[in-house]
């Protein structure tokens, strides 16, 4: 590709965006450019010499299973055990007995892979947490520093705000909040569920097949403790401590719907403040049916070893569990970089994010309008808008993929191609490698960047609308819990403040 060829279709990428890159006069990034690092580590197996993706995740994932959505049908499947709780057994109730036993073992399957899955994440949102507390603690250091500066020069242009902390400090103390209500979701709703779920399903499935050998009376007193108070007791205790956790996610959803409505959010924009508070009101929703669920399902489980009318209050219980499940996984969960890097931004910057994402599903519901009628309905409204503003460039499809946040998808479809890798990274005698998204943008072979065209626009088709669902999601998180911290930098005049921090490429070291 020539170089005006690039520089044209750069041009369009940022057309796409609505957005500018870095200033460098100011050093400043919008927060629309906070995403998936162009690089990422590779290690190479030595099994199969094969290169993966070293842990943990650069993102946060949306990944809950909708099958742990039923978990609380393995707590119902003692139903037979409790109910024909008799000598000599059924033979209908030895059929029963065997199906609940199966279901509430099966279940152990979807539990162990969820707690994984959590497990990758919680791992990920440590490593954020200790960053953001280590940047907090130095800044809080330097802006002790410059408070006492002022007092002895009388001077205000300190790049703090009116009410002494500067922005990039208001930025780590938001995300630090958005860090500790995801990483209480993951930790709490999610591990904890699976653990202790998990455990009881363990415990019940056994009880349960060890009541079709009822007829000795030690089997049939060991299945009595299994399917009543030992088994049920772990589901009983989630749910105390679930009701804690899902009435704090309530009042902070509440006080951000609140803050949007006061006088604070009056400036927003009509389509963010709406939003805002649809999620407000997703996020108290799920928070209180995830709660409430969790007791009753936990007293109901305890009442169950004794009483059959306790399993009419669980199949209720089922079906709200399983909304739940769906409303986190379509509705309140995201996918959002990890914050590991220096960025401060203003809340300016994240309403003008809002702002473009709202224009690019505009955009892509234009570009659908388009292709409607199409007899190729196969073409991907995201591909369509791409090419139709960008031209034939790897490009611009490269740098939506990284303003997506879908760096590591890609990089995935990368490495199960063997023709790419062997033209970036041919030494197997390297055990670890990066791979720098520079060096794919600079591929010069013509069939090489067709290839890599056609991998990106297969990402982009796949997942760009869910990203720009997610992301939308996230950045309403971030500015919830900006505009709960207080008065704005709009209303302070504190914009400027962002200048004095490094872009967020820069590490300490350059700081």
């Not at 690089?39 to 742990?68: E, F, Y």
Request: glycine share 8%; with cysteine; charged share 25%.
């Amino acid at each position: 590709m020539t170089t005006t060829a690039k520089q044209k279709a750069t041009a369009t990428t940022r057309n796409i965006r609505s957005s500018s890159w870095d200033d460098a006069s100011n050093r400043r990034r919008p927060l629309h450019q906070l995403s998936d690092t162009p690089s990422i580590p590779l290690c190479r197996n030595q099994k199969d010499g094969r290169l993966h993706l070293q842990k943990p995740r650069v993102k946060l994932r949306n990944n809950l299973l909708a099958a742990v959505g039923y978990i609380e049908l393995a707590n119902a499947g003692d139903f037979a055990a409790n109910v024909f709780n008799m000598r000599p057994i059924p033979i209908y109730a030895v059929v029963l007995m065997a199906i609940g036993g199966t279901v509430a073992l099966g279940m152990i399957y979807f539990v162990i892979k969820d707690a994984r899955l959590s497990w990758q994440n919680i791992q990920g949102l440590r490593a954020e947490r200790r960053f953001l507390l280590e940047a907090r603690g130095k800044q809080e250091t330097e802006d002790s520093k410059k408070i006492g500066c002022i007092s002895s020069s009388s001077s205000s242009s300190d790049g703090t705000d009116r009410g002494g902390t500067s922005v990039y400090a208001r930025t780590l103390e938001c995300l630090l909040h958005v860090n500790y209500r995801d990483l209480g979701a993951e930790v709490i709703d999610r591990f904890g569920m699976d653990v202790l779920l998990g455990f009881g399903a363990l415990v019940v499935g056994v009880g349960t097949y060890m009541a079709i050998g009822g007829d000795d009376p030690v089997i049939f007193n060991t299945s009595n403790l299994l399917t009543g108070y030992i088994g049920n007791s772990p589901i009983a205790l989630y749910g105390l401590v679930n009701m804690g956790w899902s009435g704090f996610v309530w009042l902070r959803a509440k006080h951000h719907g609140m803050v949007v409505t006061a006088a604070s959010g009056a400036h927003l924009d009509a389509r963010v403040k709406s939003r805002l508070k649809l999620r407000a009101r997703r996020v108290q929703l799920h928070g209180m049916l995830n709660g409430v669920t969790g007791v009753v399902a936990g007293a109901a489980s305890l009442v169950t070893a004794t009483q059959w009318w306790a399993y009419i209050i669980l199949g209720p219980c089922i079906l709200v569990s399983a909304y739940c499940n769906r409303l986190w996984r379509y509705h309140v969960g995201y996918d959002r970089p990890f914050f590991t890097r220096e960025v401060a931004f203003t809340e300016d910057d994240v309403v003008s994010a809002l702002k473009e994402v709202g224009d690019m599903e505009s955009r892509i519901a234009d570009q659908s309008g388009i292709h409607k009628d199409d007899v190729e309905s196969a073409v991907d409204p995201v591909v369509s808008l791409l090419a139709s503003e960008s031209g034939s460039s790897f490009r611009p499809l490269f740098e939506f993929i990284v303003y997506m946040n879908l760096f590591e998808d890609f990089c995935k479809r990368l490495l199960d191609d063997d023709k790419i890798m062997d033209n970036f990274h041919s030494d197997p005698a390297v055990d670890t490698v990066t791979l720098d998204g520079q060096k794919l943008l600079e591929a010069e072979d013509a069939q090489t960047e067709d290839h890599l065209m056609q991998l990106a626009q297969n990402v982009i088709g796949k997942d760009a609308l869910k990203n720009l669902k997610y992301r939308e999601g996230w950045l309403l998180e971030v500015l919830g819990c900006y505009m709960a911290l207080g008065p704005s930098e709009r209303m302070m005049e504190a914009e400027e403040n962002v200048t004095d921090r490094p872009s967020v490429d820069k590490g300490w070291e350059d700081a």
